[in-house]
C-alpha cells in the first residue's frame, strides 16, 4: 500500500506546496544577490493553517541550495542562546575547527590560555559571539539565515534580536532574518519603537489560494504517490479546502486513508471532508475564536447573517452601531487574519468560521 503523502503535520513540508513559489525564487535569488537584497530581511504573515511554518522551512532549504546555513528558531526564553547553538551546529561540517578549546599538550601555559578563553567567552555578549562566528564564516563565503517563528514583541530577546541584526546588516554582514506571526503579533512587533528597523522589512501575506493551485497540488500530490482522483472528486475537495494550505492536507489526507483501491473517489473525499472539518474546527477555527473580544464577536455574528459577503454598512446597522465604530473592529479582524476584503466586502478567511459563528 503506498504511504498517504499528504502532511497534516505542524511544519511538515507537503510534496506541492501550492501557491508559493513567487516567495521561494524570490527568496532563492536574494540568497544568490548576498547583502543588499531587501528580501534577506523578510516577515510571513498569516493566519493559522496559512503555512507559514512549512514555507521557512522551505525557504531554509532553499538557502541550503545556495550555499548558506541556517539557525531555525521559535520565539521563547532562551531563543538567542538557541540561534548561536543552532548556528555552531549547522557550520561544523565546514569549518575545520570548533568554538570549543582543545588541549593537545597538558601544561601550565595551556591551562592558562583555556580558563582566559572561557572567561572571554563567559564574558562576551551575543552579538560579540555571532561575530566570531561571522568571521569564520564570512572566510569560506557562507551566508547565515536565521528564521524565526511564532514571533511576539512580549519577549525581550525577540526586541534583543531585532536590534542586534540591523548592526549585522549595516556591518554588511551576509545574513538574512526571516520570521513568521500570526497578524496581530506581527503588528504589535513592527509597531514597537524599540524595533523600527524592521517596519522596512519585506512583509508577506499568505492568504486563501486560488482554487485552480489548490487542485493542481492536489492532483499532483495524489498522482505522484501512485493513485488517482476524477474530476468530480477534486472538485468536491477544492471546494471544502476553500483556498486554506492546513484544510488541504486534512482533507486529503483523511480522503486519501478512506480510499480502498488506487482512486480516490467522490465518496472517500466525501468522508475525508467530514472528517477534516471536525479536525480544522478544534485546531484552528475554535482557538481562533477563543481569542476575539465580545465586541470583535458582536461584529463577526452580524457578518455570518449574510452567509457570504457583507457590506460595512449592513453589519454596523445590525450591531447597532455607525460605521466608523464597526470599522474599528473590522481592522482588528482583518489584522487578526479572520475576515478579508474582496471587491469592497468582506468575507471570513478562514474556511467554515461564518458557519461556526452562526451555529453558536
Known sequence: MNANPFTPTFGKVPPHLAGREEIIDEMGQAFANGPGDPNLSSIIVGARGTGKTALLTCIAEEAASRGWITASVSAMPGMLDDILQRAQEAAEEYLSDSNGVSIREIGIPQILSLQFERKTEESSNWRTKMNRLFKELEALDIGLLITVDEVTVKLDEMVQLASVYQHFVRENKQVALVMAGLPFQVSELVDD?????????????????????????????????????????????????????????????????????????????????????????LGVIETTFGELSPMDVRFCEAMAEDGGASRLSDVATRMGVKSNYASQYKRRLLTAGVIEVSNGFLRFAIPGFGEYVRQR
Do not use: C
Open 193 to 281: 519603537s524599540r524595533v523600527s528597523f524592521l517596519r522596512r522589512a519585506r512583509r508577506r501575506t499568505l492568504g486563501r489560494l486560488p482554487d485552480s493551485e489548490i487542485e493542481n497540488a492536489f492532483l499532483a500530490t495524489v498522482e505522484d504517490a501512485g493513485k488517482r482522483i476524477g474530476d468530480d472528486a477534486l472538485l468536491r475537495a477544492a471546494n471544502a479546502i476553500d483556498g486554506f494550505p492546513y484544510m488541504m492536507q486534512l482533507v486529503g489526507y483523511r480522503s486519501w486513508a478512506s480510499s480502498r483501491s488506487d482512486e480516490i473517489t467522490a465518496n472517500d473525499v466525501e468522508r475525508g471532508v467530514h472528517q477534516a472539518v471536525d479536525e480544522f474546527r
